[in-house]
């Protein structure tokens, strides 16, 4: 039905598992999902930053089903992106001191 969302809670301690998979490491966690696009953005978000929740509803609410779509591939690419440039920079890290190590050995 357009226009509702529909809310549901997850009690931490009696769900870890599911927590751990789904990478929550703050509480409260909010999730936001679309039938046509599936997950659209997750984000840790506490009482005093309730209004970011307020404003991605309205964002999705305001949204045709190809433009959710669009920004969930979209933010799907970022969170890639994040991850590879992570992965990256630990790499680069690990091979400077390794570099160091084998310069100091000489």
Do not use: W
Request: charged share 25%; glycine share 6%; net charge negative.
């Amino acid at each position: 039905k357009k226009g509702v969302f529909r809310f549901a809670e997850v009690e931490f301690t009696a769900n870890a598992k599911l927590c751990r998979a789904m990478k929550i490491k703050r509480l409260p966690y909010v999730h936001f999902y679309k039938a046509c696009a599936g997950r659209l953005t997750h984000f840790s978000c506490g009482p005093a930053k309730f209004q970011k929740v307020v404003d991605q509803m309205n964002e999705y609410l305001a949204m045709s089903d190809e433009e959710i779509i669009f920004a969930a591939t979209m933010d799907e690419g970022q969170s890639l992106g994040d991850e590879l440039a992570t992965v990256l920079q630990e790499q680069h890290h690990n091979q400077g001191l390794e570099n160091l190590n084998a310069e100091s050995n000489l």
